[in-house]
């Protein structure tokens, strides 16, 4: 006759009593199929799973739990803000006496289909995406993070340049000047005596989603700040894209401040987001260091501009 296995996390007491914030797993590896604006995705996610342990004499969790129940979600359902939901739900109840409140987080990157600007060829892009869910003790909080590239041209060296631009046209012309030699000339490098450096750059994105949103607008958040920032970067290029590049770089230079404003002001009226948080990195090309800024929504209990 088999013997009854023993299971430690019911039947022993803590060596040392005391409660714990978290208690699960990470770096859990699995597909899952993402619910994005009418259409699900497989992506494949890292995930890490916790609930905390509020009962001090008590040895553990039983993280085969929280383990099968993120199976579950992955084999037979898909993810989307009310399955997060009642998934959290299930962490704290499978843990009944032990745990109160419940985390998840669920890290991939979101491949989109991205046009060119002006050739309309398409390439993918590979967006980071964070969704995460906590239960505090009834207390249900959901946010999307995105990652989006995009370049940046500094306003201060633009202006440099086009001194020097200015200086190098006084220097080759003097009294009266044909339009046509001009033309020719600001063709040659001579003309173009100077650029304007630019980097690429990171606008990072946390939202706190609002209770009315049931699937995760992914694609909503990369096309707003996108289309605040008008300089993404590419994927597919022929040569009149990186005409029409140069052009928007051109016509939207940025300092760090002026990427965040716009962000910021983008998100403020958009009314499926609780609550938001910023950071722009321009990786400088000209400096050893980085350029940033950071902002939030700025209500009472919301995001810290840290």
């Known amino acids: ?69 993120l199976d579950e979600l992955s084999t037979e359902s898909s993810l989307n803000q009310n399955n997060l939901v009642q998934l959290l739900n299930n962490f704290i109840q499978s843990h009944e006496d032990l745990s109160d409140s419940a985390h998840v987080k669920f890290e991939f990157d979101y491949h989109m289909r991205r046009k060119s600007l002006i050739s309309g060829k398409l390439g993918w892009k590979a967006y980071p995406v964070t969704i995460t ?40 012309f003097q009294g009266d000047v044909k339009a046509e030699e001009i033309h020719q000339w600001l063709g040659t490098t001579e003309g173009i005596v100077a650029t304007p450096h630019s980097q690429r750059s990171i606008a990072e ?25 008008q300089t993404p970067v590419q994927a597919a290029v022929k040569r009149e894209d990186e005409q029409e590049f140069a052009r928007l770089n051109g016509q939207n230079l940025m300092f760090c401040e002026d990427a965040g404003r716009r962000i910021k002001h983008r998100l403020n009226a958009d009314t499926q987001y609780k609550d938001f948080w910023l950071r722009v990195n321009h990786y400088e090309s000209l400096h050893a260091h980085d350029a940033v800024s950071v902002a939030s929504k700025g209500i009472d209990g919301g995001y810290s501009s840290k």
């Open 1 to 69: 006759m088999p013997t009854k296995m023993p299971d430690i996390a019911n039947q022993a007491q803590a060596q040392t009593e005391g409660v714990l914030d978290w208690v699960g797993m990470s770096n859990i590896e699995m597909p899952i199929m993402v619910e994005m604006q009418g259409s699900s995705r497989p992506v494949s996610a890292i995930v890490e799973a916790f609930v905390n342990l509020y009962q001090p004499k008590a040895k553990g969790i039983h993280m085969s739990r929280l383990y099968l129940m």
């Open 205 to 229: 994105i946390k939202v706190k989603l609002s209770e009315t949103v049931s699937e995760f607008p992914i694609v909503d958040l990369v096309d707003a700040i996108e289309d605040a920032l």
């Open 133 to 172: 869910g906590n239960l505090t003790k009834g207390t249900m909080d959901i946010e999307l993070a995105v990652k989006v590239p995009y370049s940046s041209t500094c306003p201060c060296s633009a202006a440099l340049a086009r001194q020097l631009i200015q200086n190098a046209f006084s220097e080759k």
